[in-house]
Antibody
Framework: QVQLQESGPGLVKPSETLSLTCTVS?????????WGWIRQPPGKGLEWIGT???????YYNPSLKSRVTISVDTSKNQFSLKLTSVTAADTAVFYC??????????????WGQGTVVSVSS | DIQMTQSPSTLSASVGDRVTITCRAS??????LAWYQQKPGKAPKLLIY???SLESGVPSRFSGSGSGTEFTLAISSLQPDDFATYYC????????FGQGTKLEIK
């Protein structure tokens, strides 16, 4: 059974870089799914951040592209998110996800439990 | 960017009711549309993909329809477990979610 677990700081200061890692278990990250990040601000809807293939091909939300980097480490069965120059508007629950790829993104088959990241000084 | 608009934002219904939720895309997305269910404090769960394909394990009272710019999620006979928030997602060009529809008990 595929399981995903987010890890990283729960509090980030404004203008700094948010960094999260997702560890995948029960499935080799190289085997075929695509991997990504989705966030949900408090009381609001879902926003796709980006997607990465096991080989490192990336697709980013155009509205976040200038601040986002997603990378993959197949040796550790992990992938990561970096979001630079954060503001309070980046406060959200961040989900790492496993996706069936279609046209730059795809449908989400597997979700992590989510991790809350607050941006505050 | 493709914008997704769901209606209504909130829907009040009773157990046993049939309900429908609509999702409209700002441009044609063919049938590249999925529906998710989210309960408070939990990650969303995939219900429908390719507009009308039921995900394995999802009860048959859930159904999806539509193509182009207008889509519908229907629940044929509401069960207590169905009260949740529902999101549509387009994946025709990158990905965008609707703002959500909260289905609450009348």
């Amino acid at each position: 059974q595929v399981q995903l677990q987010e890890s990283g700081p729960g509090l980030v200061k404004p203008s700094e870089t948010l960094s999260l890692t997702c560890t995948v278990s029960g499935y080799s990250i190289s085997s075929g799914y695509y991997w990504g990040w989705i966030r949900q601000p408090p009381g609001k809807g879902l926003e796709w951040i980006g997607t990465i293939s096991h080989s490192g091909t990336t697709y980013y939300n155009p509205s976040l592209k200038s601040r986002v980097t997603i990378s993959v480490d197949t040796s550790k069965n992990q992938f990561s998110l970096k979001l630079t120059s954060v503001t309070a508007a980046d406060t959200a629950v961040f989900y790492c996800v496993g996706m069936t790829y279609y046209r730059g993104s795809g449908i989400v088959d597997y979700w992590g439990q989510g991790t809350v990241v607050s941006v505050s000084s | 960017d493709i914008q997704m608009t769901q209606s209504p934002s909130t829907l009040s219904a009773s157990v046993g009711d049939r309900v429908t939720i609509t999702c409209r895309a700002s441009q044609s997305i063919s049938t590249w549309l999925a529906w998710y269910q989210q309960k408070p404090g939990k990650a969303p769960k995939l219900l429908i993909y390719k507009a009308s394909s039921l995900e394995s394990g999802v009860p048959s009272r859930f159904s999806g329809s539509g193509s182009g710019t207008e889509f519908t999620l229907a629940i044929s006979s509401l069960q207590p477990d169905d009260f949740a928030t529902y999101y549509c997602q387009q994946y025709s060009s990158y990905s965008t979610f609707g703002q959500g529809t909260k289905l609450e008990i009348k």
